[in-house]
């Protein structure tokens, strides 16, 4: 299922977590965003304003899981991001001010995690700015998943939010 829409960023960032999750709590760090248990903290180019978000749920059943997961063409995309989280309640899509994005829906798992894989375009074009129309672009593709794991670097070329290792 694919499902589109907008999301306001604040400071630099939107969440998919549980509802009354600690946006802090965070167990790995990436450029593309931060990861803990039922969260999923999403670093933004502009500082405040909407962003362009495609979410693509998956079972987790297709085919395309025996060859490590859905096509991505990296070609389209300047930053992509891979990792499982505990997913014990459900997932939702809110800004920093606590609002639910309801489009989005929650993302639960049978199983206990998902995967979560954030593609992004345009972050370094707006760079800190404010912005009143979407300037970046985020491809979220998730489905049901094992046991949690830290994040992956698929590929990192905007040079925004760098990880010192």
Same mark, same amino acid.
């Given at each position: 299922m694919i499902t589109r829409g907008l999301v306001d960023a604040e400071h630099h960032t939107f969440l998919i977590s549980a509802a009354d999750t600690d946006p802090t709590e965070t167990y790995s760090e990436g450029q593309v965003f931060d990861a803990g248990n039922n969260l999923i903290s999403v670093h933004t180019g502009i500082a405040y304003g909407p962003v362009n978000v495609i979410l693509e749920q998956l079972s987790g059943d297709d085919d395309m899981f025996l060859n490590g997961g859905p096509a991505i063409d990296l070609d389209a995309w300047d930053n992509v991001e891979e990792v499982h989280v505990v997913c014990r309640q459900p997932m939702l899509f809110i800004t920093l001010s606590n @609002?639910?994005? @309801? @489009?989005?829906? @929650?993302?639960?798992?049978p199983i206990g995690a998902r995967c979560f894989r954030i593609a992004t375009r345009g972050r370094a074009e707006h760079w800190d700015m404010d912005v009143d129309s979407a300037t970046e672009d985020y491809l979220i593709q998730t489905w049901p998943a094992g046991s949690p794991s830290m994040i992956r670097e698929i590929k990192a070329t905007d040079g925004v939010w760098p990880v010192e290792h």
């Open positions: @609002e639910i994005v @309801e @489009e989005f829906g @929650e993302l639960t798992s």
